[in-house]
Each structure stands twice: as C-alpha cells, then as structure tokens.
C-alpha cells in the first residue's frame, strides 16, 4: 500500500534539475497508457521541464504524492539538502514530539 509522507512540496521538475549532480530515474516516472501498434501498453511518461514533481521531508523527489512511489531521486547528500533550503527555501516543518500534538 502506498504511503504519504506528512510533507511534501511541489516544485517544477526545471528547479530540481538546477541542481548540478541532478540525475533523474526516469523510468520510475508514473506510468500513461499509450496506444502502440494497435494496442495499449503503459509506459513511463516523458519528464518535461514545466512538469510538477514532489519533494518530500526527507529530500526525496517522486512523481506524485506517495512517498514510497515513483521515486526520481533519492541520493540524499549534504549538498542536496543544502540546495534544497538555499535555493529553493525548502525546509520540512519540525515534528514535534507526540505529547505536544494539539
């Protein structure tokens, strides 16, 4: 079963790809069915520029809400993290612990 996270953001994929050691899993794009010699099969979709993609809490990067889905990137680095506050003023809200839950 598919999670989400308890944060994410959108971003457009052209932001993410400002990042110099950027490398994108495509294939893990969600899937689109798609007519191909007369019959349909599903493939993973072409990632453009002006797509919207999801960057969650723990600076991974999925082509939808679910966490554990459709992952684009996933090598969390200092740098990355670092990218991610600075340029694109990223910062996940801090958890608070349970008995402070309101």
Not at 32 to 60: N, P, Q
Not at 79 to 93: D, Y
Request: hydrophobic letters at 35%; aromatic letters at 10%; proline letters at 5%.
């Amino acid at each position: 079963m598919a999670r989400i996270g308890k944060y994410c953001k959108s971003y457009k994929l052209s932001r993410l790809r400002q990042f110099p050691h950027w490398i994108e899993r495509a294939e893990n794009a969600r899937r689109i069915r798609k007519e191909v010699a007369g019959e349909t099969v599903e493939i993973a979709r072409e990632l453009k520029d002006d797509d919207y993609v999801y960057l969650h809490g723990d600076f991974t990067v999925t082509d939808g809400i679910f966490i554990d889905e459709n992952v684009l990137f996933s090598d969390v680095t200092p740098e990355w993290i670092e990218f991610c506050r600075h340029v694109l003023a990223q910062s996940p809200p801090e958890e608070k612990p349970e008995n402070e839950l309101k």
